[in-house]
């Protein structure tokens, strides 16, 4: 069968991505292959090499977000159900292990009350990540004096869950800022103007 150059393009896209040690190169086209390929080519592979999701169906989207879950703790980006919060995470901690000028962090143990990441020097870092301007909440913080960590690293993601900006504080700067969120009966951390003056700004798509 003879194959449009744009069809070549869309077929080889799509093999790229779902098949990536696939020789294409070596695939002999019948008429039912081609027609199922080119489907899907159709559906995943657009300009910006995104999926275009709208061309899928309620099961098909629900499938694949199924399969995205199973691929993300398979590769251990995330290891709970808290998908924003275990995502930023792993952003933070290799953002900072790529990074010559900041600490080296490793991932806490699952479950471990106040802190998600421990750098070499034994330094305690909570690290909350957030699609919006607030943050979520931090239980048992009552005395300045009883310190629960050393700092806290704010992990801001955009509406499509790329990094969008990462913001530091530390534990006496954390405790000037925190915000009591009534209903939750805990503080939290509102990303303010005064609150980004008073962070060592990490990353910041906007810089």
């Not at 909570?126 to 310190?147: C, H, M, P, W």
């Not at 969120?181 to 990490?202: F, P």
Request: charged fraction near 25%; include cysteine; proline fraction near 1%.
């Amino acid at each position: 069968m003879q194959l449009k150059k744009i069809e070549k393009r869309a077929i080889s896209g799509f093999l790229y991505l779902f098949a990536p040690k696939f020789n294409f190169q070596n695939l002999i086209f019948t008429d039912t292959l081609f027609k199922h390929i080119l489907k899907y080519a159709q559906i995943y592979c657009i300009k910006d090499k995104r999926m275009d999701l709208s061309k899928l169906t309620n099961a098909e989207i629900t499938s694949l977000y199924g399969e995205i879950i199973k691929e993300l703790k398979n590769r251990n980006i995330i290891r709970t159900k808290n998908i924003c919060g275990d995502l930023g995470e792993f952003l933070v901690i290799n953002y900072y292990n790529t990074h010559a000028n900041l600490p080296k962090l490793q991932e806490a143990p699952i479950g471990t009350k106040n802190i998600d990441a421990i750098s070499r020097e034994g330094e305690r870092y909570s690290i909350k990540a957030t699609t919006t301007n607030t943050t979520g909440v931090f239980y048992g913080i009552e005395d300045r004096l009883q310190k629960k960590f050393e700092y806290v690293i704010i992990c801001q993601l955009d509406e499509s869950y790329s990094l969008k900006a990462i913001y530091e504080l530390s534990w006496e700067k954390f405790f000037q800022l925190k915000h009591w969120h009534s209903r939750m009966k805990a503080w939290n951390i509102v990303i303010s103007k005064k609150v980004i003056e008073n962070s060592t700004v990490i990353y910041s798509s906007t810089i």
